[in-house]
């Protein structure tokens, strides 16, 4: 790693045409937004430079104190407060201090309405997450390269897409964000392997911050953050789910104050559909091409079905069947180029499929609306079936959120622009 910093990595090219996926997104959103001047564009590339400072202090302190010591530290500490702990390491209480701060603007109304509403979505949620804010993750080369020096391809897609579908789960339970509730818990381990992360991979030979930017950044982070809300909201509404716009407004807030605990920097994160609309117009028009790596991802995370239910007999059947599906929804979405990019087989008739959900969704959106009462019952529904399901894969054992040992990387490709 060069010893003088960029002030923007290399990653970040700003196109001087909008690439189809920026235009194909803007589209389906229906959202007005400003398009970003030169001062944003820096302030975006900035980002790609800044970490979170109080969990890359706590990863500090893991590091000394031994993984098995301060895990068992912190976990007291989010489940008895810090008052609990003898002496406690200055960089926990620090910690602490920021997530136990209810910021001014959180709003308890709005984010049980965003719950509800992400909630009573049921598993189609998943649509949304695996196979277009995920998948379409995949095409900026950049995002995705800490995943490369971590194993991630060794770990296992359904690994990885399990643990996010528990992390979503567990965040949009019912007061899932109350102090010590399973989402807040979540957020924090989260935030703790991030932190332990991106310090590992900071001291691996073959990263480079000038290339690609701090692991796990403010900039990569707050993209995440607008996958879950922003990109959410768009697709689910594209196959036919009402939201109103307390709901829409919800979802937004539930995520602010998520990616809040999980160390997004406070002043950057958005407070409208509008500015999270520019910001990931932003992304779309400065992302890397996808390469080797990204590609890898893709395709891992496409064969994700035949590693959950194997590839004997009828279960392979049922496997390759999911595998076609998922692929339709991420070419519908994503469009054909950008998904041709990920190197990912043709699925032309495929990507009819997701038509086919409109109208079941839009029939039982008008019972919900009509039926006293619907939208409780249904998100009642949802969220059961979502935690059913999310059981069954975990088999009955909570997600583990522990971070590997960086490990070497088989090709450190650079940044490619275009």
Known sequence: MSSTLLSIPRRFHWKTKAPAEAKRFRL???????????????????????????????????????????????????????????????????????????????????????????????????????????????????????????????????????????????????????????????????????????HRIHKHPDWSDNDWGVPINQGDMLATNLAFSLVFITVLSSLGFRFSRQERDGIMHLWRYVGYLMGIDETILVTSEAEGMRYLYAVLMSQPIPDEDTKALALALMNEPYEQYGQQGWQSWLAEAHVRAHNGVSRLFLGTKSYQRLGLPESRYWSWFPLTLIPPILAAEGARILLPKGTDWFARLGGRTQQEMLKKRLQKKPAQYKPVEAVAHPKATKAKTG
């Open 28 to 198: 389906l959103s229906r959202t007005k937004f400003n398009l970003p001047d030169a001062a944003y564009i820096q302030r975006c590339g900035e980002l790609l430079m800044q970490g979170d400072p109080v969990a890359d202090e706590l990863a500090h302190w893991f590091e000394r104190a031994g993984w098995q010591a301060a895990h068992q530290q912190l976990n007291q500490a989010i489940e008895q407060g810090i008052a609990s702990i003898n002496n406690p390491a200055h960089e926990l209480v620090a910690m602490m201090a920021q997530v136990e701060r209810t910021p001014l603007w959180l709003d308890q109304t709005l984010l049980d309405v965003g719950a509800k509403a992400l909630r009573r979505v049921g598993p189609l949620g998943s649509l949304a997450l695996r196979d277009v804010a995920l998948m379409g993750g995949y095409g900026n080369a950049a995002i995705n390269k800490p995943l490369m020096f971590t194993g991630a391809l060794q770990g296992g897609a359904a690994r990885r897409a399990t643990e996010t579908r528990a992390f979503w789960v567990d965040v949009t339970r019912e007061n899932g964000l109350q102090r010590n509730a399973p989402g807040f818990r979540s957020a924090l381990h989260v935030r703790m392997m991030h932190g332990v992360l991106r």
